[in-house]
């Protein structure tokens, strides 16, 4: 059964960071592209990051280009997305995507 395990939100004032983290299981995680998406109340759910299966090639979304970075250690089957610059529309839940299949999402509340 593959999991995917989301830790790392947190309530951070405007202009702070956070490191989000990943845990994925029950398959070859150094074989697959993986995902962060978020979802603020109301709205859709928004694909902010994507990393090929070695790490090598990343892209964003234009709304966190330049204040995101996401990355990943496959010895740890971990994904990992640092947030700086934290803005309050960067509020939301962030869930770690695997195809179709997502975590349970952490929250992440960008508020002073």
């Known amino acids: 059964e593959v999991q995917l395990v989301e830790s790392g939100g947190d309530l951070v004032q405007p202009g702070g960071s956070l490191r989000l983290s990943c845990v994925g299981s029950g398959f070859i995680f150094s074989n697959y592209v993986m995902n962060w998406a978020r979802q603020a109340p109301g709205k859709e759910l928004e694909v902010v990051s994507t990393i090929d299966s070695d790490g090598t090639w990343t892209h964003y979304a234009n709304s966190v280009q330049g204040r995101f970075t996401v990355s990943r250690d496959n010895s740890k089957n971990t994904l990992y997305l640092q947030l700086n610059s934290l803005k309050p529309e960067d509020t939301g839940m962030y869930y770690c995507?695997?195809?179709?299949?997502r975590g349970q999402g952490t929250q992440v509340t960008v508020s002073s």
């Open positions: 995507i695997k195809g179709i299949t």
